[in-house]
């Protein structure tokens, strides 16, 4: 599968906020959300999913994969499982605590455990700041994987901010720069979607 026809199939089933709306993230900023947790398992969209991702896998650790594959809950359990059975390579789980970060569940660590993998690639759908996927990270390192990145499908910066700071790796399949703004800029700057009465989403709602 083709990466541009991937992302073509993507705006065709509609993974984007729709004209005059957009989205709080869960740092708090606001912009037009890809949504692609609306992809459900099954369907051809996913299985296109699943496929763009592997290959990208191969192509980018072609000398040896990666030990491990992780999730981010809630978001990539199902694609991180496919992607997993597809490559025979080990799958971990994470869950959100009551802090809402995801942290890897008590059957990633017997696993983890018993098979001591020393490369772990974390699956991400949408990177932003990189909130989730570097409590994942954090997680896993203290698990004792000691090489840990992260693969997106996509980031909506031209960096992923938290990633770099924390000197954690990543790759994304493509990146799409999206207008975003804290919510001061996006109630006063001209281009801001609420000064432009967009309808707001709030986060986790």
Not at 21 to 37: I, M, Y
Not at 67 to 88: N, P
Not at 134 to 158: D, H, K, M, W, Y
Not at 189 to 202: A, S
């Amino acid at each position: 599968m083709h990466v541009t026809t991937f992302r073509r199939h993507l705006a065709k089933a509609g993974t984007k906020d729709p004209a005059r709306v957009h989205s709080e993230f869960n740092q708090g900023l606001h912009g037009q959300k890809r949504d692609l947790g609306q992809i459900k398992r099954g369907t051809p969209l996913f299985g296109e999913w699943v496929e763009v991702k592997s290959d990208f896998i191969i192509e980018q650790w072609h000398d040896r994969l990666p030990d491990a594959l992780i999730d981010v809950a809630w978001g990539t359990g199902d694609l991180t499982e496919e992607i997993s059975k597809r490559l025979g390579i080990l799958y971990l789980s994470t869950e959100k605590t009551p802090d809402r970060k995801p942290y890897l569940t008590e059957k990633a660590k017997l696993l983890i455990a018993r098979f001591h993998p020393l490369h772990g690639v974390i699956i991400e759908d949408v990177a932003s700041k990189g909130t989730n996927s570097l409590s994942v990270a954090e997680s896993v390192l203290e698990e004792g994987i000691p090489e840990v990145e992260v693969l997106n499908t996509t980031q909506r910066f031209e960096t992923v901010p938290l990633l770099d700071e924390n000197g954690i790796p990543y790759k994304s399949v493509f990146t799409e720069v999206l207008p975003t703004f804290t919510p001061e800029e996006c109630r006063t700057l001209p281009e801001g979607f609420c000064k432009r009465e967009f309808d707001l989403i709030p986060y986790n709602r």
